[in-house]
T-cell receptor, first 115, second 113 residues
Framework: DQQVKQNSPSLSVQEGRISILNCDYTNSMFDYFLWYKKYPAEGPTFLISISSIKDKNEDGRFTVFLNKSAKHLSLHIVPSQPGDSAVYFCAASALSSGSARQLTFGSGTQLTVLP | KAGVTQTPRYLIKTRGQQVTLSCSPISGHRSVSWYQQTPGQGLQFLFEYFSETQRNKGNFPGRFSGRQFSNSRSEMNVSTLELGDSALYLC????????????FGPGTRLTVL
């Protein structure tokens, strides 16, 4: 039972354009969401997070949008750069319950930014 | 500040053996979590330690265990290794609070033959 789903295993985008990565979740207890980026042979690197009390959080080129009614979040990267090419994971946790420190990850989306 | 370090980076074992993996968190971080990454299952939560106590546990068999020392360093042990235990094992640390971001180490690649 996948509680966090990333339905697109891969995405290719031209340099300078917008990259949109999507993530859906099923567990209504999730109230904190994160995006991580992972290069081969390295651990995931934290990018940006959002609490369920917000619907948008922005950090430089990265913006995360949360639609609680649809149980959907997305990561926008503008403008995309070749160095952004990596696997992107969305993750969720339930801060309000005892499993606050347990991150549930999606399966990842390989983003390729073409020069 | 130095990041999360994990040793060893690569490990090859045979079925039935046991293995111990080590994780040193970022200085000042008191929470250490462990995750298993496999191609089929993605990243899955194993357990979390805080102040030498297991605070949270995922759905893994009892062959997977861990501990945390007073300096916050953590070890993970897998006994009676199975072929399916071949994976990248990732350790993540965070200061302590529930909203603290977890920072990951590079992982230990375990291969079971």
């Amino acid at each position: 039972d996948q509680q966090v789903k990333q339905n697109s295993p891969s995405l290719s985008v031209q340099e300078g354009r917008i990259s949109i990565l999507n993530c859906d979740y099923t567990n209504s207890m999730f109230d904190y969401f994160l995006w991580y980026k992972k290069y081969p042979a390295e651990g995931p690197t934290f990018l940006i997070s959002i609490s369920s009390i917000k619907d948008k959080n922005e950090d430089g080129r990265f913006t995360v949008f949360l639609n609680k009614s649809a149980k959907h979040l997305s990561l926008h990267i503008v403008p995309s750069q070749p160095g952004d090419s990596a696997v992107y994971f969305c993750a969720a946790s339930a801060l309000s319950s005892g499993s606050a420190r347990q991150l549930t990850f999606g399966s990842g989306t390989q983003l390729t930014v073409l020069p | 500040k130095a990041g999360v370090t994990q040793t060893p980076r690569y490990l090859i074992k045979t079925r039935g053996q046991q293995v111990t993996l080590s994780c040193s968190p970022i200085s000042g971080h008191r929470s250490v979590s462990w995750y298993q990454q496999t191609p089929g299952q993605g990243l899955q939560f194993l357990f979390e330690y805080f102040s030498e106590t297991q605070r949270n546990k995922g759905n893994f068999p009892g062959r997977f265990s861990g501990r945390q020392f007073s300096n916050s360093r953590s070890e993970m042990n897998v006994s009676t290794l199975e072929l399916g235990d071949s994976a990248l094992y990732l350790c993540a640390s965070s200061p302590a609070g529930f909203k603290d971001t977890q920072y990951f180490g590079p992982g230990t690649r375990l291969t079971v033959l």
